[in-house]
Structures are given as structure tokens and as C-alpha cells.
């Protein structure tokens, strides 16, 4: 194995090549600077990774860190690695506590490694400053204590937990185990993986990104829009059926439960569920009778690469809320179409997989727009339904 130095990134943190491969962001103790070694994943999967604390009071020191977080032990090195078969032992016997650091969405196409918990990369160091009790209200289990020798870290290839422990260890949280071979290392090994149902993907998405008051999960913002896209988009993803009943949308409950006056939160019908979805055989119908106006939110280079829905517009979601803030005469001009109006009821949206069209839809619905409608399946649907496609140029495929 060959290692070059490239670039020093921060102090302590420099880019590295193994075997003439960039690997990005690797943090390695040079001159005392780091506390902590990146581990380096390569195609083998066989980590190099090693290092030998003599003065854990010093290193703490060097990196401006309290002495009391010095939690290393003299002669140990950090991180402590877990074989394949030691975590399945400890699994079986209920000894050890796994935390996947990986995103929902990738545990939701993969499946996740038994008795594991999820707590995502982003959410790391902030989770583990939470209290014992929010910790446990918003991830599920109880928060591990830094004395803790039982913690395991696993992730999709060996990469984020690196990043993970580092988060962690200057609060003393040594002790936690890496298992380095991760999921690739045990699916390649035939290890059983357990599919989460509908309901445990919302309980946990719930918990993930909203805070429960009371007995009532709410947004953490005051509007909560971004937050209940986001529960939204994994959702769609999981094949969950998006449902809200508004009881008196002359009142606006959701608006006024977030906290937040929607001047149009009245576009809705009472008793009516919104966002509204639409089949494929009725879009179908209303593309060729010329009565529905499809609005594709994908972006131009996507529908490049596949071609586009018959008769569809195209309104990439970054422009969205944007978009339909503009007059009559600017819409038209830009997008090349009529811009819809609220009460219009034949408007519809697609994208790719049936995710973007949550956050296009939550953002124009302020605005008015309850009525639009959702081509949940999307172009992968239609595709998979061997319905026709019309190339734009530049496509690859038609």
C-alpha cells in the first residue's frame, strides 16, 4: 500500500492517496496536531488504521481540549475495531448496542443490520449532547453513557463512522467501537437484514427530524414547512400513502397549530385529504384528452438523460415557489405555458420517483394551490409501465 500526502485540509485534517486513490478529508496525527486518525477505507476493505495514545493529558492539551477529556487509555489505540463475528455474538446476546450512522433513506433501501439504531451522520454530534431524555424521546433508546464499553458504530463502508467517533470522543465517548467493515462486510457475509415496516419509517422519521410536546409531535421551527417536507420525502419514498384531513379549512387548523397564519390556508376542503394523488391511467386519460396540465419538476439535464411525459411542462423544483410568484406575462415567458391558477383543478406534478413533488407541492401550497394534484409514481411508474416517452434534446435515451 502506497499513501501520499496531497493537501492539508485544517490542522490535523489533510487529503491522503492510497494506492494513487484520493481518499478525501483523512485526519491523521502529524506532529502531535490530531487526536484522531481518519481511517482509510479501501476497495478491500482492509483498514490500516492505528493510534497509540502515550500522554492522553498532552494530546488533549495539543488540541486545546479540556484534561478531563483525556478519556484514552496510555498504550490502547483509538479507535477500538469489532470483527464481523464478535458483533454477531454480542448482537445474539443482546450485549452490545449498534448505531447506524447512515441516512433513513439508505436504511429504508437496504435494510438495516439487526437490533441497530439509527442516529444519521449530520444529527451525530449534536444527538450526543442532548439530554438522557431527549435523546431517548427522539432516537428511541437510551443515550449511551461515555463509560460505555458495549457502543458499536457501523455505517454503509467503514468511512462515516470515522467521522462519527471523532464527533464524539472529546466527550469522552473513547470507548465506543467501530465496525469497520460495516454493512458491505456483512451483507457480503450473508448477515440477515431487517426491512422497517411503514410504521416504524414514521415513528422514526418523526423522531428524527420533529419534537414531540405534550403529547403532540410538532416541528421544531415555528412554520415547521421545511421539517414536514422532509418527513414527507421519506414517506414517498417508503411507499407511504401522504394523507391530512383539514377539519375546518376556514379556520386553519395546521396553520394555526404551527404557529403560523396562512393568509390561503383556507384553500382547503373540509374532510378533503390533501395533497390530492392521481393513477396513472386517469393522468393517461387526461394527457390525451388535453385535460390536465402535467408539470414535471426534474431538472432540464434529467430529462435530457430519459425524455419527458407526453405533454408535460417543466418547472425544475429549485425554481418552484419562485416560479409561481411571478405574473401571468413573466411565467409565460419563462416557462413557455400558461401559469396555472389556484382554483385550477387539472394541474399536475411528477419528478423522478415521487419524492420532489412533496416539496414542490408544500410550496405552493401557501399560495393557494391545494388543489394540484400528484403523480406519485412519477416517470419511474410510467416507465415501468412501458408508456411513451418523448426525448428532449440532448437525450440519451428516448
Wanted: hydrophobic content about 40%.
Amino acid at each position: 500500500m502506497r499513501c501520499k500526502l496531497i493537501a492539508r485540509i485544517r490542522p490535523g485534517v489533510y487529503l491522503l492517496a492510497v494506492n494513487e486513490t484520493p481518499h478525501s478529508l483523512a485526519a491523521f496525527r502529524k506532529d502531535g496536531l490530531a487526536a484522531a486518525i481518519a481511517l482509510l477505507v479501501i476497495a478491500c476493505r482492509n483498514p490500516t488504521f492505528a493510534q497509540s495514545v502515550e500522554d492522553p493529558a498532552k494530546e488533549a492539551k495539543d488540541e486545546g481540549l479540556p484534561a478531563e477529556n483525556s478519556c484514552r487509555i496510555p498504550g490502547v489505540t483509538y479507535p477500538i475495531g469489532i470483527t464481523y463475528e464478535e458483533l454477531v455474538a454480542g448482537l445474539d446476546a443482546d450485549a452490545l448496542v449498534l448505531i447506524d450512522v447512515r441516512d433513513p433513506l439508505e436504511l429504508r433501501e437496504t435494510g438495516k443490520l439487526p437490533k441497530s439504531h439509527n442516529v444519521p451522520l449530520p444529527e451525530f454530534e449534536t444527538a450526543f449532547q442532548l439530554s438522557p431524555e431527549e435523546f431517548t424521546e427522539k432516537y428511541g433508546f437510551p443515550k449511551p453513557t461515555p463509560q460505555d464499553e458495549n457502543v458499536v458504530l457501523s455505517c454503509q463502508s467503514g468511512c462515516r463512522i470515522v467521522t462519527a467517533w471523532e464527533a464524539i470522543q472529546p466527550f469522552g465517548y473513547c470507548r465506543v467501537r467501530l465496525y469497520y467493515g460495516s454493512f458491505l462486510d456483512w451483507e457480503s457475509r450473508h448477515g440477515p437484514l431487517i426491512k422497517e415496516n411503514k410504521e416504524e419509517l414514521f415513528l422514526r422519521s418523526m423522531r428524527s427530524r420533529w419534537k414531540l410536546v405534550g403529547h403532540k409531535w410538532l416541528p421544531p421551527s415555528s412554520s415547521g414547512k421545511t421539517e414536514l417536507a422532509a418527513v414527507l420525502v421519506v414517506l414517498a419514498g417508503a411507499g407511504v400513502s401522504f394523507s391530512m384531513t383539514i377539519r375546518d379549512g376556514a379556520r386553519g387548523d395546521l396553520a394555526s397549530e404551527d404557529g403560523e397564519s396562512f393568509k390561503n390556508a383556507s384553500c382547503r376542503i373540509p374532510g378533503i385529504t390533501y395533497p390530492i394523488g392521481i393513477e396513472f391511467e386517469e393522468l393517461a386519460e387526461g394527457l390525451l384528452n388535453d385535460s390536465v396540465v402535467l408539470i414535471d419538476v426534474r431538472n432540464r439535464w434529467e430529462l435530457e438523460e430519459t425524455g419527458k411525459l407526453p405533454k408535460s411542462q417543466n418547472v425544475p423544483l429549485p425554481e418552484f415557489e419562485t416560479a409561481f410568484n411571478l405574473s401571468p406575462e413573466e411565467f409565460l415567458k419563462k416557462y413557455g405555458f400558461i401559469k396555472p391558477e389556484p382554483e385550477d383543478e387539472n394541474v399536475v406534478l411528477t419528478c423522478r420517483s415521487g419524492r420532489r413533488i412533496l416539496l414542490a407541492w408544500d410550496a405552493i401550497e401557501p399560495l393557494g394551490y391545494c388543489k394540484v394534484r400528484l403523480y406519485f409514481g412519477s416517470y419511474l411508474d410510467w416507465k415501468a409501465r412501458s408508456a411513451p416517452l418523448i426525448p428532449v434534446p440532448g437525450s440519451l435515451e428516448p
